[in-house]
């Protein structure tokens, strides 16, 4: 069965500041991965997906995420960080052969201004 | 354009009382998801409907949840004698196609809680 564990659960950043926040999944082939974020109150907004090739994936507001295989890892990062990313962001996979996604708990970030 | 649209935001109502919650997909998706997420965690998978048909029932925790999409675009997720335990925020996903590589449209969710 698919896993993902994101050990994280609360972050705290000063504005402008670097961050990454982790996932590690477990799934026995590659898994397509995706990354979104949730504001109190609202649906969850993807911001970034991998399905194959380049393992440096791009996204929306600025993230970007990189696939290591070998690290089962799929770390969000952006290099700076503004006032409007707190939010909660989670980490999801899907197998292939389910179509539902599995998330894991999520990671709650605050900004510091 | 237009997004997922869940209707009631929210649902208050006591234990035991019948609950239907609705979820408007993204005009042209065929599949529709619906997720339970409960305080402090990820999204858990419900169910999963390709065209009206649920291809995938397997999330729902016991009988008392059902689920339709009589027409292949609105669904309906129905509770019956529900428990203090079903509250929750239920969030309804649709994709175009449904296959594994498509990204997951979310709605803002429906928050029940069951007093």
């Known amino acids: 069965a698919q896993s993902v564990t994101q050990p994280d659960i609360h972050i705290t950043v000063s504005e402008g500041a670097s961050l990454e926040l982790r996932c590690n999944y477990s799934y026995g082939a590659t898994p397509y991965l995706f990354w979104y974020v949730q504001s109190p109150g609202q649906g969850l907004q993807l911001l970034l997906k991998y399905f194959s090739g380049d393992t440096l994936v791009q996204g929306i507001k600025g993230f970007e995420a990189e696939f290591k295989r070998s690290q089962s890892s799929f770390n969000l990062r952006k290099p700076s960080v503004h006032w409007s990313d707190a939010a909660e962001y989670f980490c999801a996979v899907n197998s292939g052969s389910a179509r539902q996604l599995t998330f894991g708990s999520g990671t709650q970030l605050t900004v510091l201004p | 354009g237009a997004g997922v649209s869940q209707t009631p935001s929210n649902k208050v109502t006591e234990k035991g009382k019948y609950v239907e919650l609705r979820c408007d997909p993204i005009?042209?998706?065929?599949?529709l998801y619906w997720y339970r997420q409960s305080l402090g965690q990820g999204p858990e998978f419900l169910i999963y409907?390709?065209?009206?048909?649920?291809?995938?029932d397997s999330g729902l925790p016991n009988d008392r949840f059902f689920a339709v999409r009589p027409e292949g675009s609105v669904s309906t997720l129905k509770i019956q004698r529900t428990e203090r335990g079903d509250s929750a925020v239920y969030l309804c996903a649709s994709s175009q196609t449904g296959n594994s590589n498509q990204p997951q449209h979310f709605g803002d969710g429906t928050r029940l809680s069951i007093l």
């Open positions: 409907f390709q065209g009206t048909g649920a291809a995938d």
């Open positions: 005009s042209g998706h065929t599949a």
